[in-house]
């Protein structure tokens, strides 16, 4: 399973195989009030994915805890669209994809001999960084929680 963030209005892109079902009871509890806010694109397989949406073609990245560059390097500035690649929480993405796109992975910076972060985390992580570095662009910029 790799999951895919797109930000461009959150939608989220699924490849297949999935370590889960997406009517799990569990699944859509955690999501809570937000799915139906949620556009997901599934794919079969991660080859018909790249096929669809080009690394050499989209500002993609690929995170690992091999990353050449660090998750808050200012990358994701005025970028329009932006995937990035969070592999299975148990393996991560595979070498192969890695080696090819070296110059596109990203890291977020851990304590030596720590395995990583648990996937939703970085999710969160990064997909909070790619919106500070474009100044959370489409985000409510004032609380109204006082008014």
Same mark, same amino acid.
């Given at each position: 399973?790799q999951? !895919?963030? $797109?930000?461009?209005?959150?939608?989220?892109?699924?490849?297949?195989?999935?370590?889960?079902?997406?009517?799990?009871?569990?699944?859509?509890?955690?999501?809570?009030?937000?799915?139906d806010? !949620?556009?997901?694109?599934?794919?079969?397989?991660?080859?018909?994915? %790249?096929q669809k949406?080009?690394?050499?073609?989209?500002?993609?990245?690929?995170?690992?805890?091999k990353? &050449?560059?660090?998750?808050?390097?200012?990358?994701? &500035?005025? !970028?329009?669209? =932006?995937?990035? !690649?969070?592999? &299975?929480?148990? &393996?991560g993405?595979?070498?192969s994809?890695?080696?090819?796109? %070296?110059?596109k992975?990203?890291?977020?910076?851990?304590?030596? #001999?720590?395995?990583? %972060?648990?996937?939703?985390n970085? =999710?969160?992580?990064?997909?909070?960084?790619i919106?500070?570095?474009?100044?959370?662009? #489409?985000? $409510?910029?004032?609380?109204?929680?006082?008014d």
């Amino acid at each position: 399973m790799q999951e !895919l963030v $797109q930000l461009h209005g959150g939608k989220l892109h699924l490849v297949h195989p999935l370590g889960f079902n997406l009517d799990e009871k569990h699944l859509k509890r955690a999501g809570l009030d937000y799915w139906d806010k !949620l556009e997901i694109e599934e794919h079969d397989s991660f080859e018909k994915f %790249l096929q669809k949406y080009s690394p050499d073609e989209n500002n993609m990245y690929f995170v690992t805890t091999k990353g &050449k560059k660090v998750y808050s390097d200012d990358i994701f &500035k005025d !970028l329009n669209e =932006v995937f990035v !690649l969070f592999g &299975k929480e148990t &393996k991560g993405l595979p070498e192969s994809i890695l080696q090819q796109y %070296l110059d596109k992975t990203i890291r977020i910076p851990m304590k030596e #001999n720590l395995r990583s %972060l648990n996937l939703s985390n970085s =999710v969160a992580i990064v997909v909070y960084e790619i919106l500070r570095q474009n100044n959370f662009q #489409n985000l $409510q910029e004032i609380s109204n929680y006082f008014d």
